[in-house]
């Protein structure tokens, strides 16, 4: 990774309060092309409202949010969606009786650039299912495809919002805690799905788990009170006294 590697996504003075309470900011962060990035750092450092303003999902409060070299600040979830930014979402939320195959054939049809008319032909269908279970095979859920999304175990549920989340091909996509919750089998395949999907884009993910961060991360910033504490590689920011204190302050181990 060099320096000089082209950011797709950036935030510049970015900044978000509640009420007089100062969430986030001013941050400042540079995403690289084709990177794992880990947000990290002790709770209540900032990193889920954080994630949400890069997905527009919390609206900013002051300072700009960049991506491929385009102002996004103020735009919503949807069209920066558009733009090829995906998050993972939970299926829990979503239908509990759709199949998980259902599922990624509705997140297929609604990316349809063609829209309705298109999608509700037989053929257009057809192609979604074959589509749908090509990427329900990329994550380990072949046998699950006419499983009811409610009735999935957990791991597998979610790995079928990470399937969600890569359906429409996004360049970059951002992961809020992929791993939490998860058993250590489940941890594994989760971190090699990843690995496998990052391929040819670029990879945000909120992740409390060291080991995940370790193994999956290029690059790591460390948050605390809303601020940037540290950046580098996990060797790095690991090493670093401040980052270790403020650990510890928060009562990590
Ligand atoms: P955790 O690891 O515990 O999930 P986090 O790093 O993701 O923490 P955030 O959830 O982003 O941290 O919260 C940062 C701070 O902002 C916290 O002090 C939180 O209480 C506050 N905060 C977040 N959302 C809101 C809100 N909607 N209204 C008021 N305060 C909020």
Redesign the pocket.
């Known amino acids: 990774m060099t320096l000089s590697s082209r950011p797709v996504l950036e935030t510049r003075a970015l900044t978000k309060a ?1 009420g007089g ?1 100062t ?1 986030v900011g001013p941050v400042d962060l540079r995403i690289s092309e084709g990177t794992v990035h880990a947000l990290v ?1 002790p ?7 954080l994630f949400h303003l890069l997905t527009g999902h919390v609206p900013a409060g002051t300072g700009r949010i960049v991506l491929d070299g385009r102002d996004i600040t103020g735009h919503s979830p949807e069209r920066i969606a558009r733009l090829g930014v995906a998050r993972s979402f939970q299926v829990t939320s979503l239908f509990e009786h759709a199949t998980a195959a259902e599922h990624l054939e509705l997140a297929l049809m609604a990316g349809s650039p063609l829209g309705r008319a298109f999608w509700r032909s037989d053929r257009a269908l057809a192609r979604h299912r074959e589509r749908a279970l090509e990427l329900l095979d990329q994550v380990g859920l072949a046998r699950w495809a006419d499983e009811p999304a409610g009735r999935l175990p957990y791991g597998r549920g979610r790995a079928l919002e990470l399937a969600l989340a890569i359906a429409l091909d996004p360049k970059l996509l951002l992961l809020d805690e992929p791993t939490a919750g998860m058993g250590t089998e489940d941890i594994e395949r989760t971190v090699e799905l990843i690995g496998r999907v990052r391929q040819g884009r670029t990879v945000v993910l909120v992740e409390h788990n060291m080991q995940v961060v370790a193994s999956l991360a290029e690059r790591v910033t460390v ?1 605390q009170r809303g601020r940037i504490l540290a950046e580098g590689s996990y060797d790095d920011v690991r090493s670093d006294e401040r980052v270790v204190e403020a650990y510890l302050g928060a009562g990590h181990e």
């Open positions: 509640y309470f969430a750092g709770n209540g450092a900032g990193k889920t409202t948050l």
